[in-house]
């Protein structure tokens, strides 16, 4: 959290990353097929910034890299990620210190190869359903942009 005396003005949310990510797999040379070590690995070294939220009263002051630096090192894992569409037209993760790492772009709009990464579990280990068309509509054509950062 970020605060401005007793308002809260800013937070940053981090959470556990996910599986296999085409920019991490290019970033740290990987080949995409994981292990049980390799899967501990990620978990306790690797944790992604999921969300930066800050007051618009106070965007544009000059605060969000320092915030976003400070939350980072805060973690107590050694690398963090980000994924951000915004990547495109906001350079803060860059300025923050974090390497964009470029990745291929994949085509959108196919809505079942689109499910097989993001849709829900049929059951505990079944396929995976097919996404709603409002979600995949919302997110077929998404190219976020993949950072990473060393503590």
């Not at 308002?7 to 970033?27: E, K, M, Q, T």
């Not at 390799?38 to 320092?66: E, F, H, K, M, N």
């Not at 906001?90 to 079942?112: I, K, M």
């Amino acid at each position: 959290m970020l605060w401005d005396g007793a308002r809260a003005i800013g937070i940053c949310v981090f959470s556990a990353p996910a599986v296999s990510l085409a920019g991490r797999n290019r970033y740290f040379g990987l080949s995409g097929t994981w292990s049980g070590v390799g899967l501990r690995a990620v978990s306790t070294q690797l944790v992604c910034l999921s969300r930066v939220v800050l007051d618009p009263a106070y965007r544009g002051a000059g605060i969000a890299v320092d915030f976003v630096r400070a939350s980072c090192r805060a973690q107590p894992f050694e690398w963090v990620e980000v994924l951000a569409e915004m990547g495109h037209l906001n350079p803060l993760f860059e300025r923050a210190g974090f390497t964009r790492v470029e990745t291929e772009t994949r085509e959108g709009g196919n809505r079942a190869a689109h499910s097989d990464l993001w849709g829900t579990r049929t059951g505990v280990v079944g396929r995976k359903r097919l996404l709603r068309a409002e979600s995949h509509a919302k997110s077929a054509w998404a190219r976020p942009v993949y950072y990473v950062w060393r503590k």
